[in-house]
């Protein structure tokens, strides 16, 4: 019997009439593989995947497969998006076994959930040396009937390996102006000059190395820094990694020149990088980072936007061609024929030099993934425009592809920061009203009457897993944002209990973090990992919230946690800044101070505005007025009004400077 059909997950859901007898992650099934004295199957993947659709279609959904596979296992199917705990211990007992990762994951375990045999995609038959999803299952099941203690000493050896592996503090002391250097240097080293970004093929988007590069520059003045995270956002903005007609960013280039995107679309990747263009052009007034941050605002709002106000996780990469086929990126490429039957040959022939549509296509069977290769010279804004719109409409009438509409807390608080500053920087009231939207969704439905912060939820309906560290810290670092933005100090107070957890659940001895909770459910190694992935780190992204609350109140303890959990980066970015960008972002507030701002005046005033366009990395801003602004903002305490007009208070290192009414001032004291 398949166990999938009332979970909340729509990858689950995505399985739900497999002819594979399903169980979702828990005791049940580990007990159900004991009564039967069979080894468990566990497969991880998401609903955005491409290889988990084609292993589900070949595999999941052949009956004959099926059929062994209910005979001799317990199959359990995972949502990583849901489970990130699940999946990371496995992922590292994978990578450490094989050299690699990925999903979808395939590991089999014994009943005590202990890994012995590791995978990622499958084939249906044997392929470039790989054997059959068929003779992996069959090669498992004997050995578990006929060499069942070989299996137990493999699966002893890899969870004492797992256990060795438990991290310590780091490093002594906070990261300082010589990690901030080597780092910078470790980054320029790696940098593609040619064609922006970092390291080769496949090309990641940067968005916590691009922050901490825009953040270095604001405090020190660094060129190079600034270059670096200029240029890649430009050959991003220009590439097809960037969607030329809907905006929004695909999850990752499969070349290094970010022409062929992996076609999904995440929520984390568009609030991240939303947020990166916002700061760019905070840092240069560049025009095109402001389109870019406002067309990636729309974006998220136009297709990601629940009818409970979140944000949904994704856009898969796959949806129906022409001819019905379930292809990888149909929705969004283009051939020159397809380019005449919209527009017409002139501006067919128009279109396609001005987005790189050629004859030979950049993707498959002569399609081209639109892009803007730059060469065609001057060109008439006012026929771009009316080109996009009508191949925009064009495209509109294309199967789009599907949507995973579940609402993950950690993704939110990431949208929730960019929409707010967004709209903030560039005039939009709307934007801010849709992070509003989303944080309200967050602590009606993700916290409601537990009082712990929910994974995840769907249809407003939370989900029944528990949040991680990373959840905790980015929704803080979101409230933190509207905080700022709207001057509501409920914002500051939702973060102060949501790090106060991260302080009595998440945080152990000399500082270090753990990306579960104490009392959360107990796997074969507790996880913990202070790297980035496609998101901060939960170690890095609750290190700045902590630092941030500190600010705004004055916490000793929230301030002494930062720093303790910084300590790793002080060990790891000199090594490897690539991968643990947000850490030295938030290392560059604090070496910053960072500043403390607090506007004795007007929400969305003058003074309020050139507060929240300063450059000082990681500043605080707090505006309100009228005598129950310092009920909202402890900043906002004995904060007066000079010569009755607008006034603001700049301080750090528990020095202030002259309260200033001026705000070209104020400007020049952040580093605008």
């Known amino acids: 019997m398949n166990r999938l059909a009332g979970v909340t997950s729509p990858y689950l859901l995505q399985h739900a009439d497999n002819p594979v007898d399903w169980w979702p992650w828990g005791a049940d099934a580990f007990e159900e593989a004991k009564r039967r004295d069979v080894p468990v199957l566990l497969s991880v993947g998401y609903s955005a995947c491409h ?113 060795g592996r438990s991290l310590v503090h780091g490093g002594d002391g906070v990261p300082g102006e010589s990690e901030a250097a080597q780092a910078l240097l470790g980054l320029t080293r790696e940098y593609d000059e040619q064609h922006g970004g970092f390291g080769g093929a496949p090309k990641f988007p940067p968005a916590m190395a691009v922050e901490f590069l825009l953040r270095h520059y604001a405090r020190t003045g660094a060129e190079g820094a600034l270059q670096m995270a200029t240029d890649t956002c430009a050959a991003m903005a220009r590439g097809g990694i960037y969607d030329q007609l809907g905006g929004g960013f695909a999850r990752y280039s499969v070349d290094r020149e970010w022409i062929v995107p992996h076609f999904e679309k995440m929520l984390y990747d568009n609030a991240l990088l939303c947020r990166v263009y ?41 949806s129906e061609d022409a001819e019905g ?83 993950v807390a950690a993704w939110n608080g990431l949208a929730i920061a960019a929409l707010a500053e967004t709209g903030a920087y560039f005039d939009r009231p709307d934007l801010v009203e849709r992070a509003t939207e989303a944080a309200d969704l967050l602590v009606r439905v993700h916290l409601g009457e537990v009082a712990r912060l929910t994974r995840t939820s769907k249809d407003g309906r939370a989900g029944d897993n528990a949040g991680v560290l990373e959840d905790y810290g980015d929704v803080a670092e979101g409230f933190l944002a509207l905080a700022a933005v709207t001057g509501e100090g409920a914002w500051l107070e939702f973060a102060g209990f949501l790090l106060d957890i991260v302080l009595e659940q998440f945080t152990g001895e000399g500082g270090q973090l753990y990306d579960t909770a104490h009392d959360a459910e107990q796997l074969i190694r507790r996880p913990q990992d202070p790297t980035d992935s496609a998101t901060p780190s939960g170690w890095t992204a609750a290190a700045g919230a902590l630092l941030s609350y500190a600010a705004y109140t004055g916490s000793e303890a929230h301030r002494t946690a930062a720093e303790g959990a910084l300590g790793v980066v002080k060990a790891l970015g000199p090594r490897v800044p690539r991968f643990v960008g947000w850490g030295l972002a938030v290392a560059e507030a604090l070496l910053d101070g960072p500043r403390e701002v607090a506007v004795a005046g007007p929400v969305g005033g003058e003074l309020h505005r050139t507060a929240l366009l300063g450059r000082s990395p990681g500043a605080v801003v707090a505006a309100g007025e009228g005598p129950g602004a310092g009920a909202e903002f402890p900043l906002l305490v004995d904060r007066p009004l000079v010569g009755g007009e607008p006034t603001a208070y700049v301080c750090r290192h528990f020095v202030c400077d002259a309260p200033t009414t001026d705000a070209g001032e104020l400007a020049a004291k952040l580093g605008g």
Not at 303 to 310: I, K, P, Q, S, V
Not at 360 to 384: K, N
Request: net charge negative; aromatic share 10%; hydrophobic share 40%.
């Open 278 to 318: 916002a700061h760019l052009w905070r840092a240069t007034g560049s025009d095109e980072a402001r389109r870019i941050a406002l067309e990636t605002a729309d974006f998220m709002v136009r297709e990601l936007r629940t009818a409970e106000g979140g944000f949904a996780s994704a856009l898969d990469a796959d």
């Open 325 to 407: 086929r379930h292809v990888e990126g149909a929705f969004y490429v283009w051939t020159p024929e397809q380019l005449r039957e919209v527009l017409g040959e002139d501006d067919a022939a128009f279109a396609a030099a001005y987005f790189g549509v050629t004859e030979e296509g950049t993707f498959e069977e002569g399609a081209s993934v639109l892009r803007l290769p730059g060469d065609t010279g001057p060109v008439d804004a006012a026929r771009v425009a009316g080109v996009r719109a009508r191949l925009l409409a064009a495209r509109d009438e294309r199967p789009h592809p599907g949507r995973d509409d579940k609402v």
């Open 51 to 163: 290889w988990c659709h084609v292993m589900a279609h070949e595999s999941f959904e052949d009956d004959d497969t099926a059929a062994y596979l209910n005979a001799h296992f317990v199959p359990v199917k995972v949502d990583r998006e849901e489970r990130p705990d699940v999946d990371a211990v496995y992922m590292e007992a994978v990578q450490a076994a094989t050299g690699h990762g990925g999903w979808p994951m395939t590991v089999f375990l014994t009943p005590d959930a202990e890994p012995f045999y590791f995978g990622t995609y499958f084939p249906p038959e044997p392929r470039h040396g790989s054997p059959s999803f068929q003779q992996v299952l069959e090669g498992v099941t004997t050995a578990w009937t006929d060499r069942r203690e070989e299996v137990a000493e493999v699966a002893g050896r890899i969870v004492a390996d797992l256990a």
